[in-house]
Every structure is written in structure tokens, then in C-alpha cells.
């Protein structure tokens, strides 16, 4: 199993400023990874897949970059509705696809 | 516009068996690999399985031998059994389907999720 370890737990930041999260595969996933976005009582909201790419209707200051097994989502210019609980996620095919932990990112 | 929902029963007894239902409209069931993913208060999601109307099926091995998922054409649903069920399997119960209706994709469509508790 592919384990996805998620850093920090949780983020403090303050609107305005870039939030930069962390995750980290124990093997490598090659480009087969995604971000989430879950909100209290949500289920996940797609954010990022193939490492990069944003789907339709996500805000450019969403952004994804990594390689192998080191992945960073970095959220430009924190905006109120972003604080919420973050996951990676790798779909490789090789069961089971696996999630991080989450980072909560909070208003400091 | 596709739409995903989840039902079931909500209180489900020790050792019993879950059975929850996946109402699919906007694209038909056999489209897809269909999956579905729980999460228990607090913890990342855990992905269960898929199923596609062609018979190919994968399970997470935690669960293998306690999980059947299928598929309903004629209703245009997806179904999740879960047998022998514990405390450990009580939380929220979503049914997602990825990008791509080929290979292995991100999930950017889901259901809004059914609460599964087992307690006597």
C-alpha cells in the first residue's frame, strides 16, 4: 500500500497571505496525484489532478507542483471560503488508491 | 449535469450486513468505473473499491472479503455491501465517480455522502 503522509496537521494563515501544503508518498505515484478541498459536512471538491491541472470552474490561485514522490499545493492570496481541510490523493491503479491525513487550514 | 446520491439505512446492528444504494443521473452506469469511499469522523477518506458494468472490480484489501459492489443498468444505480459489519466501519459513505470513464482517474464528481453508524 501507498501511504500519503500530509504535513503540516494544520496551517495557520491569515487571508491574503500564500498557504503552501505538503505531501509526501512512500513510493512514487509517477503524475497520478490529486488535491481535495472538504468543508464541514461536504464531500471532497476536486482541486487539482495530474499533479497540475486544475478542472473547470477552480480558481487559478489554486496551484499544484511536484514530482515522484514530493507534492506541494500552494493557495495564492488565501481567500475566506479556502479555510477547510485539504487531502492528497494518488490513484496509481496498484489497489488501494490511498489518501492523506489532511491539513487543516485555519485562520491565524 | 451529473448527479450522484447515496442512500441506506443509517443504524446498522453489529455483525450485520450494509447495503447502501447509489442513485446515478446525467450518465449512465455503464460509462464508468464507479467507486465508493468512506471516511470516519476526523481521518482522510479510505477508498472501498470499484466496480465497471463490465464485471472488472477492485477492492481495498482491508476489506476484500467483506465488500461487494454492483451495478444496476436498468435502474441506473450502484450498489455497496459491506458484511460483517463493526464499530470500525461507522462514518460517512460516499459514491464517486473520476474524470475519465477509462483508466484510473481523481474522483470529480461525488455524491454528498450517507452516515453509517453501527451501534446495538
Known amino acids: 500500500e501507498i501511504v500519503m503522509t500530509q504535513s503540516p496537521a494544520t496551517l495557520s494563515v491569515s487571508p491574503g497571505e500564500t498557504a503552501t501544503l505538503s505531501c509526501r508518498a512512500s513510493?512514487?505515484?509517477?503524475?497520478?496525484l490529486a488535491w481535495y478541498q472538504q468543508k464541514p459536512g461536504q464531500a471532497p471538491r476536486l482541486l487539482i489532478y495530474?499533479?497540475?491541472h486544475r478542472p473547470t470552474g477552480i480558481p487559478a490561485r489554486f496551484s499544484g507542483w511536484g514530482s515522484g514522490t514530493e507534492f506541494t499545493l500552494t493557495i495564492s492570496s488565501v481567500q475566506p471560503e479556502d479555510f477547510a481541510v485539504y487531502y492528497c490523493h494518488q490513484y496509481t491503479g496498484w489497489p488501494p488508491e490511498t489518501f492523506g491525513q489532511g491539513t487543516k487550514l485555519e485562520i491565524k | 449535469q451529473v448527479h450522484l446520491q447515496e442512500s441506506g439505512p443509517g443504524l446498522v446492528k453489529p455483525s450485520e450486513t450494509l447495503s447502501l444504494i447509489c442513485a446515478v443521473s446525467g450518465v449512465s452506469v455503464s460509462d464508468y468505473y464507479w467507486n465508493w469511499i468512506r471516511q470516519s469522523a476526523g481521518k482522510g477518506p479510505e477508498w472501498v473499491g470499484y466496480m465497471h458494468s463490465s464485471g472488472s472490480a477492485s477492492y481495498n484489501p482491508s476489506l476484500k472479503s467483506r465488500v461487494t459492489i454492483s451495478i444496476d443498468t436498468s435502474k441506473n444505480e450502484v450498489s455497496l455491501t459491506l458484511t460483517s459489519v463493526t464499530a470500525a466501519d461507522t462514518g460517512v459513505y460516499f459514491c464517486?465517480?473520476?474524470?475519465?470513464?477509462?483508466?484510473?482517474?481523481?474522483?470529480?464528481?461525488w455524491g454528498q455522502g450517507t452516515v453509517v453508524t453501527v451501534s446495538s
Open positions: 464517486a465517480r473520476p474524470r475519465r470513464s477509462y483508466g484510473f482517474d481523481a474522483f470529480d464528481i
Open positions: 495530474g499533479i497540475s
Open positions: 513510493q512514487t505515484v509517477s503524475v497520478n
